[in-house]
């Protein structure tokens, strides 16, 4: 079967300014990855770790939707893992958390981004287009209600990385 995955952290996120205004002769440092390049390196990771399964002799062969929540460790690496929603195939859910425990471009982190931000990674795997297409829809309401139910509540961070479906059957 061939599969397709999706990366998607697609869910809202506030940027604050950060910075502190230098009063006499401090310093004051920031980063200066930008949050482009923040998400390029996390997407990467979550990418290749994802893959990598699929490029072996023995591939995940279920499909679903597993969204992960955690957050950046001071080491980049990522910390409190916990699954947000499982996809309903422990091979799926397993395989979203350990490409998201495989992190580790979350440090430097870009300027408006603070240290305790909460990060959601939205999986998808599919096994075709029409598959694909119904647990993107399924992504998209669930996001819509939760961004909807968190009103007032920690932001979490978003951002997207997919791969083209014309490879599937």
Request: no cysteine.
């Amino acid at each position: 079967m061939k599969n397709i995955l999706l990366v998607a952290i697609a869910t809202s996120f506030a940027l604050s300014p950060i910075g502190i205004q230098a009063q006499n002769d401090d310093i004051v440092v920031s980063s200066s990855r930008s949050i482009d390049r923040f998400v390029q390196d996390v997407s990467r990771d979550l990418d290749r770790e994802l893959n990598r399964p699929m490029m072996r002799s023995n591939p995940v062969t279920g499909t679903g939707l597993a969204q992960v929540l955690f957050e950046a460790g001071p080491d980049g690496k990522p910390t409190n893992i916990k699954m947000y929603h499982r996809a309903g195939d422990v091979a799926v859910d397993r395989l979203a958390r350990r490409a998201v425990a495989k992190i580790r471009s979350l440090q430097p982190l870009p300027r408006g981004v603070e240290q305790d931000q909460l990060y959601l990674a939205n999986i998808i795997i599919a096994s075709d287009t029409r598959e694909f297409d119904e647990l993107s829809e399924e992504l998209n309401e669930r996001e819509t209600n939760r961004i909807a139910a968190a009103k007032g509540d920690r932001k979490i961070f978003a951002f997207t990385l997919s791969q083209s479906t014309s490879h599937l059957n």
